[in-house]
């Protein structure tokens, strides 16, 4: 008989459904190289090749795709029977949240600190993704319970509901000349250094759209991991960088930086929760969705 780790099942999905091997680790909470060890036994305990090298990442083989079709079985069943012996254990329920970095950096904590403190029952998980289409796929197909994204339009498999909006902000340095400024133009980018925050990130991707709509490409002159990084370059006078009006600064770096909004129509950008349809039926589901939705919260 074969036995199978939840785990490793886990990370087989995670791999095939990003289509990344690093990816797919990275969402398990993996190395990479940890994550093809993995994947190697399983292949071997198997007896069969799962994945095939493409030039832009993996996908299935014919027999990859037959064991992924029994893993979705397989760890659904598993969440089933999870959620029926839970009562029994006394144990909280998880709930796992797909968000981008935008939201997770302003809103979303303090929004989510409310609802966990009036539902000690609940065990939660933020799960980041950096592009729209991968936190859409992870909701759609159940790999998490819930998701926030600024993705503006629709999916046949999911429903969507406003959250919140935020105004996009040009950062730069407090002696900057544009600091005095009430509000700033996204085409300033026209002629100064910008420093991206993540590489391929959403905001990434927009931001070089909104640029090519002007017709002008952004002078990329540094790319960073986050937003702290980003923020010790403007402040030092290297670029200058967009990011929420609603991010909270911390006070040194506050005192080094300016923050204007962007005066541009598009600048107001509305983040949306999404879900799976059917799963507000879900008690934590629904929970979250009516204490998170835009009508419940202030502006």
Known sequence: MIHFDDR????????????SLTAGAGRAGLSA???????????????????????RGVRLTREGAHFAAFAREVTAKSETLESVLRPYRGTRTAVR????????????????????????????????????WMLLKAVASGEVDLGVTAYEGTHPELRFVDYRSDTMAVVMSERHPWAEEAGVSFEVFRDVPFIEIGARSALGIFLEERARAYGFMLDVRARVPSYEAALELVARGVGLTVLPQSLHLAAEVAE???VRPLTDAWAVR???LCWKAGREGC??????LGALAVSRLPA
């Not at 490793?8 to 289509?19: H, I, K, N, Q």
């Not at 008690?283 to 979250?288: I, S, T, Y």
């Open 97 to 132: 949240i797909a968000t981008n970095v935008n939201a997770l950096e302003t809103f979303l904590p303090g929004d989510l600190g409310d609802y966990m403190a009036a539902h000690p029952e609940v065990a939660l998980e933020l799960v980041k993704f950096d592009l729209n």
């Open 283 to 288: 008690p934590v589901v629904a929970g979250l």
């Open 270 to 272: 509305r983040l949306r």
């Open 256 to 258: 080094l930086v300016a």
């Open 8 to 19: 490793d099942l886990r990370l087989f999905l995670a791999v095939e459904e990003t289509g």
């Open 33 to 55: 190289s940890a994550a093809s060890e993995r994947l190697n036994r399983l292949e071997t305990h198997l007896g069969v090749t799962l994945f095939e090298r493409v030039p």
